[in-house]
Structure formats: structure tokens, C-alpha cells
């Protein structure tokens, strides 16, 4: 549980405390505008994924939601 | 340079803030209560409109486009915003096929589109050409080489882009409904109290002064490319002031000017530009992006 | 002189724009007023087992100031057998179909499969996105899904907030989902054995008898943490934190798990028991990075429950931009999962029967490796066009401590392996 907890946090507070020097001005976006540079720029083939392993494996969600609406697991 | 009037009056629901910039007469039009606000807006808005203008007019001696222009064909290092701009018409060039190219103001040296009628003459042209084509700079963030003799202007898109940053600015102040109206080049922020739509008068090119029609903007841009005054007849055919960077002449114009609507300034004025630049096929462009356009025969 | 038509650069001139003022237009790219849509086929097709084709399309409304509605619509048809938990034999063996009407087969040293899978699912989700101000934004969606024998209904919320010039966002979502089994053959009662015509005048009585209600259901509740940084002008990255409970029917009505005597050979099967609630938690973390023109896709994601199963899933892919037009984009994902504390491959004679049991492979130790390629190329008017080809190797570990008799001769964990071919067009 402790190895759990100490993942958390380091996961968490990390990005936050560097902060200060992360980030882009506005004007500086161009290259993160584009749709390929999207966190999930395919959401079909995202969905598509999502749905073989759930059916396939045990582990589900992370991304997005968890749950399944399919009756394949 | 960056200290011209500014100008307060109250209208009905509204404050209007006026000031000269880029050559053109600007506006603010802002639904905010007091006075002091307003006056802190306008402000905002006239100085970010004389810095853009101070730092990318062609016409002054000491900023970026001043040092590239004349830098010889020795490499100079822009700041980030300038590199931005390049990066866009970068952008806007490949868009275009190159039709839309910063370095064809050199075309400006011999043709003169004041309502004259003196052609150029063909070797004129030909002279001149070499001198245009963005291909021929070296473009490297952050260092632009232009060879000796070519000069870059941004005067196809910095009106655009200094009404939309300004609106930017305004934003971070206020979500009160704000229009911006930089020389014809337009856009809105914010919901008006009234929920109702700004009207905006389209001009008419052979009267410039009696508006023709009005549009109803209730929020987004409207910007218009095409000169209605900048013209060169010969012969008793109309040349219309956008040249074509790779013939060095006239685009063959059947349109006087083309008005977009799109979600900010910068893009429907380049929507209109490139509209334009198409020559017959203007109106089919325009159709084929899906975007609310006017156009004037 | 313009002899070329027209081309649509619309999108990518609003890309550009955005890009050049830092507004964020991810979610106002669509032209307002109209729809945009975006389709694929998926063929799955798992080597002597289950193949599936499922046909997706997505249309996307904009309607400006960043509020968006999109609908998407699946059809899946499935079709081919899949293991039913039994272990093999030297001998064939006769198992009752789910319905109790007839029965399946597998020949000697053969993965019992059944053969009785063929379904169809439609499936319809709505998705509506809309600011509340300049910081906040929501979206919310319904879910619904329907097959032969399950159906699902589900509704979603959803809360952003940006920080720091929108370089920060932390996300909040609620997932709440009702889903009703409803197996042909009603619901078998778990651990019971599975009732086998062998000629027996009361088999129908023995059978019913052997089974509970017409349908069951299963709730669950989801919710989703999530934080979304812009590291620099080409490195976004996020870290999120999820948490799902489950209640209600978790057991696949159609597993058994084999009994085997001191030879192996099996006695009887049982049908599989569950438990009948699961929480869910996972860490997701990724990086995208763009280098010059490539673009870097890293993701990892701990997952672990209170059934004792935690996995690793380690995901990359790459896209090779070929030139202005055409990307190359391989993937490989690696997934390791460990057992569920009820997992057994079989038991034993004389074992006793704990109060759950699975012999599901999919609950087992096991490890999936997928390796794939994507090519995509950019058509007139901003359609585009992609295929993937993955290969999907499932393979799982023994855990049993002794293994009895015929079954050391046996293929008790089979690879599974797919092919998975997907054809994309955006438009």
C-alpha cells in the first residue's frame, strides 16, 4: 500500500512543483494545436482499442472511463 | 509614435474608443459600465495596436522587419512573435501553392496602383522577379537570410493579427461584449447585454462612403481583403492591386473585394486574401471552405 | 493562369491561426453549422477462434464558442468460439450448450471451445461539450448498447478547469452505467455442475434445475482524476487517476471451470462463480512530444483491483511523417497482468470448492504483446485516410502447483493471436 501511496504522489506533485517553469505563452501553441498533437487524436481507433481489451484482458479504463457497456467481459 | 490621441464617447449601451493605427482609423466598442474601465481598455487596445504597428511596419527604421530588409543577406535572429508570423506565412505560402507570398512588396517598386494607367513594361517585370519568392529565403528559427535585395512585408496580415491579439488582451480584462474594428478588419468578444448582434456597414467601392449593407455579428470575425481605390486601369482594363508573386502581375480579377466571416480576424482575413489570389475562382474557393462570405463584383 | 481548383485549407488555416494567437481550437476545428464525420472498419480476427467486424461513424456538430455535439454509432458482429475454462483431454468431450438445447464438442487434446458465439451489438453514444466561462468546461454523454443477451445504459459528466494561460487543466468525471444480462438458457447457478444429455429422461428437470433467474444486472460507478500539463512548445503530458466500482453479476454465464480426477481426466465441470463486486483503480500516465515533424506517443498505465489482479500496460507509438501528406506510424503495446485470486485452471477431485472460482483465461498471469503499423495520407479537401494492420499475441502462465496426470501432456494455456485491420476515413 505504501509503494501505491508513494506512487500517487510522486506521479502528482511532480508535474505541479515544476510549475513554475512549464507551460507555453499563448502565442507559443502552435505546434500543440494540432489535432495529431491531441492527448487522443484518433478517438475511433482509441474507442476501438478500448473495446478489444476490455474483452481480452482484465485490466479497463485509465484514459477515459472504465466501464464496458458489452456483455464480452 | 506610440503616444497619438485616444478618443472616449458615450452611445446608448455602450462606450466607443477611437485612435489611428496601421494607417487606418480604429474603434473599440465596449459594453462595460464606468468610464475608467473603458478608458483602461481603449488604453490596452491602442498600444498593442501601435506596437504591432512600430514592430512591423515596413515604413520605420528601427524594428525587426527594418533590420531584415536590410540586412544584406546576412542572417538575422527574430524574437518569438516575429518567428510566429514567419512560421505563418510559411504556413499560408505552402497553402497557397505560393500565391501568398511576404516577399512580393519588391512588385510594389513598379507597379503604382493609384488610379494611373502605366503599365510596366514586360523586362521591368522581368527585372524585378528574381526578388520574389519565398523559396529563395533560408527560414531556420530563429534566423531569417534574405538574399540581398528582397524585402519581406507582413502588410497582408498584421492588421488581422493586431485585432485579434488586442481582443486577447481585452479578454484577460473583461468578458463584457467588446468589438474591435481595425480599418474594416473586425471581431467580437463576449455576449452582448442586449443578446442582440453588433450591425456592421459593408462599404460600397464605388461610393466608400455611403455604407451598402449591414451585417448582423454577434460574435467571430469579418475581415475584407481587396482595395476598392487601389487600381491601375490601362487600355480600359481594370488591374486590381493583388499581384501574382510568381508571374509578377496582376491577378486577373473579376472581384473588387471579398469580406469573410471566421472565428478570428487573422484567418478570415487570409480566407479572403487567398480568395482573391484564386482570380476567377474566387467565389468557387469560398464555397468550398464553408464559410459566410460577401463578395463585390 | 489558375487552371487547379480549389482546395479546401480551411482547417488547416484554423489550425494555423490558432496556433499563431494560442487560442486553443481543439475543440472548435469543426466548421460551425455543419457536421463532420468520421468513420472506420474494424476487422478482428483471432486464429481458429472469434472474428469480429465492427463498422463505426462519428459525426461531429459544432456550433460554435467551443459547444460541440457528437453522436457516434457502432455495429459489431461477432462470430467463431472461445474457450470455455474446461481444461483438454485425451478423450473427446461433450459439454450442454448455454441454452441446454444440444451440446458442443472437443476432440481429444483439443482447447474446449464454444462454438455458440454469434451475436450482433449496436451501440449509440451522444456526447454534448460546452463551456461554463473562459476556465470552465463540461461535457456530458449517454451511452446505449444492446445485444442478443446484454444491454447497457450508461450517462457521463464531466468538469475541466484550466490553469496558468491554459497550461494546467484538472479534470473530474462521473461515469454511472446500468447493464442487464439476459443469457439464452437463463443465468447458470455458479458452482453447480453442468448437466449433461446423455439420454436421461429427467435431463430438462436436471437441467432447469441447475438454473437461477432469466437475467441479472450490474451497476457501476466510475470517476476519473485527471491533470493535463503543457510542458513545453512540443510536450504536452497527463497524469490521470481512475477508480471503478462494480456490483451486481460480474460472472460470464458462459465459463466453466473442468473438476479432474487423480489421471487428469475430467470428472465434471462447474459453472464459474465470481464475486459479486470489483473496485477498479488505475494510474495512467502519457507523454506526447512532436520532434521536428515525428511525433512521440508514450503511455503507461497501473492498474490493480481487489479481485489481487494488477497490471502493467506500456504503450508506444511513433508517427514517421514521410512528407507533408503521408505519416508511418508503428505501434507495439505491451500488457502484464497477474492472476485473480480465484483463478484456477482446474481442480482437482476431492479439492473443496471455494466460494468463488474461474478458470477464465483472461482472469489468469498473462502477458499480450501487440506490434503494429499505421500508414495515413491526407487527402483533397482535409479528408484523410488510414489503415492499421496489429498483430495481438495473448499468452498466460501456469500457476497450479501440481498438475495431475494426462494434463502434463496437455496444452492447458494456448497463445491466442489476432489480426486486427483497421481502415479509417475522416471526412
Known amino acids: ?73 | 509614435m506610440n503616444d497619438r490621441p485616444v478618443r472616449l464617447i458615450a452611445a446608448d449601451s455602450y462606450w466607443i474608443g477611437s485612435f489611428e493605427a496601421m494607417a487606418s482609423p480604429c474603434e473599440l466598442f465596449m459594453e462595460v459600465d464606468d468610464e475608467a474601465q473603458a478608458k483602461r481598455l481603449l488604453n490596452i487596445a491602442a498600444h498593442e495596436a501601435w506596437r504591432i504597428e512600430s514592430k512591423f511596419s515596413r515604413y520605420l527604421n528601427d524594428n525587426p522587419v527594418h533590420l531584415i530588409n536590410n540586412s544584406g543577406g546576412k542572417p538575422v535572429e527574430v524574437d518569438e512573435e516575429v518567428a510566429q508570423l514567419l512560421d505563418f506565412a510559411r504556413f499560408c505560402w505552402q497553402l497557397s501553392d505560393g500565391l501568398f507570398d511576404i516577399t512580393s512588396g519588391v512588385l510594389r517598386r513598379i507597379w503604382c496602383f493609384d488610379g494611373g494607367n502605366q503599365l510596366p513594361s514586360p523586362q521591368q517585370v522581368e527585372q524585378i522577379l528574381p526578388l520574389v519568392g519565398w523559396h529563395k529565403l533560408t527560414w531556420a528559427r530563429p534566423c531569417l537570410t534574405l538574399p540581398k535585395g528582397m524585402e519581406i512585408d507582413f502588410g497582408g496580415i498584421g492588421k488581422e493579427y493586431a485585432v485579434d491579439r488586442t481582443l486577447q488582451l481585452l479578454q484577460q480584462q473583461t468578458d463584457r461584449a467588446l468589438l474591435i474594428n481595425y480599418g474594416g478588419d473586425i471581431c467580437t468578444g463576449g455576449i452582448r447585454l442586449t443578446n442582440q448582434p453588433w450591425s456592421v456597414g459593408i462599404e460600397n467601392p464605388s461610393h466608400p462612403d455611403t455604407p451598402k449593407g449591414v451585417l448582423k455579428i454577434s460574435r467571430g470575425a469579418l475581415a475584407t481583403s481587396g482595395d476598392t481605390r487601389r487600381y491601375l486601369l490601362h487600355n480600359g482594363k481594370r488591374y486590381g492591386h493583388l499581384l501574382n508573386p510568381k508571374t509578377g502581375w496582376p491577378i486577373d480579377a473579376s472581384l473588387r473585394s471579398a469580406t469573410v466571416a471566421a472565428a478570428t480576424c487573422t484567418e478570415a482575413g487570409l480566407l479572403a486574401t487567398l480568395a482573391l489570389l484564386q482570380g476567377p475562382e474566387a467565389e468557387a474557393f469560398l464555397q468550398i471552405q464553408s464559410v459566410q462570405y460577401w463578395l463585390t463584383p | ?427
Request: with cysteine; aromatic share 12%; hydrophobic share 35%.
Open chain 3, 1 to 427: 493562369m489558375q487552371l487547379k481548383k480549389p482546395k479546401k485549407i480551411r482547417h488547416a488555416l484554423t489550425a494555423a491561426t490558432c496556433g499563431l494567437l494560442g487560442v486553443n481550437c481543439s475543440d472548435s476545428l469543426g466548421e460551425e453549422g455543419d457536421w463532420s464525420f468520421d468513420s472506420a472498419v474494424l476487422y478482428y480476427s483471432e486464429v481458429d477462434r472469434v472474428t469480429a467486424v465492427e463498422p463505426v461513424i462519428s459525426a461531429t456538430r459544432d456550433f460554435g464558442e467551443e459547444k460541440a455535439l457528437n453522436l457516434k454509432f457502432v455495429f459489431d458482429t461477432l462470430s467463431g468460439a472461445s474457450a470455455n475454462g474446461a481444461t483438454p483431454s485425451d478423450q473427446p468431450q461433450t459439454f450442454t450448450r448455454p441454452s441446454g438445447k444440444g451440446v458442443y464438442t472437443a476432440s481429444a487434446e483439443e482447447t474446449p471451445l464454444d462454438d455458440t458465439f454469434r451475436d450482433n451489438r449496436f451501440a449509440l453514444s451522444s456526447r454534448w461539450e460546452q463551456p461554463i466561462n473562459r476556465d470552465y468546461k463540461t461535457a456530458f454523454g449517454v451511452n446505449f448498447s444492446t445485444e442478443y443477451d446484454y444491454s447497457s445504459l450508461s450517462a457521463n459528466a464531466n468538469l475541466s478547469r484550466d490553469f496558468i494561460k491554459r497550461n494546467t487543466t484538472l479534470n473530474a468525471g462521473l461515469s454511472l452505467a446500468y447493464d442487464t444480462v439476459s443469457p439464452e438458457g437463463d443465468i447458470p447457478i455458479g458452482l453447480s455442475s453442468m448437466v449433461i444429455d446423455n439420454g436421461q429422461a429427467d435431463y430438462r428437470s436436471e437441467f432447469n434445475a441447475s438454473r437461477g433467474d432469466s437475467e441479472d444486472n450490474k451497476d457501476t460507478l466510475d470517476l476519473i482524476f485527471g491533470l493535463t500539463q503543457v510542458i513545453d512548445r512540443k510536450t504536452i503530458m497527463q497524469v490521470s487517476y481512475s477508480f471503478s466500482d462494480v456490483s451486481g453479476y460480474l460472472t460470464d454465464p458462459f465459463k466453466i471451470v473442468s473438476v479432474v480426477g487423480e489421471d487428469g481426466r475430467p470428472l465434471e465441470y462447474r459453472y464459474e462463480q465470481r464475486p459479486d463486486a470489483r473496485q477498479k483503480q488505475s494510474l495512467y500516465w502519457q507523454v506526447k512530444h512532436q520532434f521536428e515533424t515525428d511525433i512521440l506517443d508514450l503511455s503507461y498505465r497501473y492498474f490493480w483491483d481487489d479481485w489481487g489482479i494488477t497490471s502493467h500496460t506500456i504503450d508506444l507509438r511513433y508517427r514517421w511523417m514521410l512528407d507533408g501528406r503521408q505519416y508511418l506510424e508503428p505501434h507495439i503495446r505491451y500488457y502484464d497482468q497477474s492472476e485473480a485470486d480465484f483463478y484456477r485452471r482446474f481442480f482437482i477431485q476431492d479439492e473443496s470448492l471455494p466460494d468463488h472460482v474461474s478458470a477464465d483465461y483472461r482472469l489468469g498471469n498473462m502477458q499480450a504483446l501487440t506490434i503494429g503499423m499505421r500508414y495515413g495520407v491526407a487527402l483533397r479537401n482535409e479528408q484523410e485516410l488510414s489503415l492499421r494492420l496489429e498483430y495481438y499475441l495473448q499468452s498466460n502462465d501456469n500457476t497450479e502447483s501440481v498438475i495431475p496426470g494426462i494434463l502434463n501432456d496437455m496444452e492447458l494455456y494456448p497463445d491466442v493471436e489476432a489480426l486486427i485491420v483497421q481502415l479509417s476515413y475522416k471526412f
Open chain 1, 1 to 73: 500500500m505504501s509503494v501505491k501511496l508513494f506512487l500517487v504522489t510522486f506521479a502528482v506533485v511532480l508535474p505541479l512543483t515544476g510549475c513554475a517553469n512549464l507551460g507555453v505563452e499563448p502565442w507559443q501553441r502552435n505546434v500543440l494545436a494540432k489535432p495529431e498533437m491531441q492527448l487522443i487524436s484518433d478517438p475511433i481507433s482509441a474507442g476501438l482499442d478500448d473495446h478489444i481489451y476490455f474483452s481480452k484482458e482484465a485490466s479497463s479504463g485509465g484514459r477515459g472511463f472504465a466501464g464496458g457497456g458489452c456483455g464480452c467481459n
